[in-house]
């Protein structure tokens, strides 16, 4: 049986990116309507990952090859944010004055930030394993 992309785990996988790109997209924009002074790169930064997730729930949920390539975009861009936002957060807390949705690798976000790339990037690949099978 084939796995899809946007089925079974699959689907699991677009509910949880329409999630943080709605939660995310909220956190971002009353943090730049009502602080926006105190961190601007913190909260950008949010808003910018909030728009990652809501194209990679739409790549995820449109599956086919154009989902399929936009989805792998959004996750491999996620994964790199979230990886450099998360290091620098450690290693020049003054450049952070704020968390931002990827500070601390995800750890306001309960670290998912850092995992749910991953897992995306690997159901995009064993779903396109199975296409080929």
Known sequence: MRDRLNSGPGLVL?????IFALSAGARATVQIATKFDEAPEAYL??????????VATIGLARGGTF???L???CCSV???GVLVVGTLSIVDKDAFPDDSVWSVY?????FVPLVLPI??????????RADRA
């Open 14 to 18: 677009v509910i949880v990116y329409g």
């Open 45 to 54: 930064l949010s808003a910018l990952a909030a728009l990652i997730y809501l």
């Open 67 to 69: 989902g399929r390539r």
């Open 71 to 73: 989805a792998l975009v």
């Open 78 to 80: 996620e994964l790199l």
């Open 106 to 110: 995800g750890r306001g976000y309960g």
């Open 119 to 128: 897992i995306g990037l690997y159901w995009l690949r064993r779903t396109a």
